[in-house]
């Protein structure tokens, strides 16, 4: 008598079935997680701040920035104006009036800055301009007789 077992048909081993023993394709679903949280730290950089106080609305950093230009003309006539910056207020140089304010306390207090000063040529301000220009000194020579 001949025994006659059925065997279930080998079917064909599919894209799938590949993966799943595939180390490369393991390893990448094991990276993932490490690879979204290096994303997210890449575009969504974390700011930290020292101690978390707000800034102090009476110092120079936060006055010449985002205070009226009352305020920032009544700070630089009491200011040690040798321990500060000017070159922050350049900015608001560009209006002729907050230029013409700027440069009278300054020349009250016998304080020069040549960056703030330089807008005298923007403001065509003569007098300014001479004083500027002077103190280019050494460097006005390399331009030779053109000037």
Known sequence: MTTTTLRAPIRETTAWDRLKVNRN?????????AMAFLVLFLV??????SGGAAPDPRSWPYLSQRAPIAEVIAFLQTANLAAIDLTRVA???????????????????????ATLWG????HADKPRI?????????????AGPVL
């Open 44 to 49: 969504y950089p974390l700011e930290v701040v």
């Open 119 to 122: 807008y005298s040529l923007q």
């Open 25 to 33: 394709w393991l390893g990448l679903w094991f990276m993932l997680p």
């Open 130 to 142: 001479r004083v500027y220009l002077r103190s280019l000194a050494e460097r006005l020579l390399v």
């Open 91 to 113: 900015w608001r140089m560009r209006e002729r009036s907050i230029y013409a304010q700027l440069i009278a306390v300054l020349e009250q207090r016998h304080a020069f800055d």
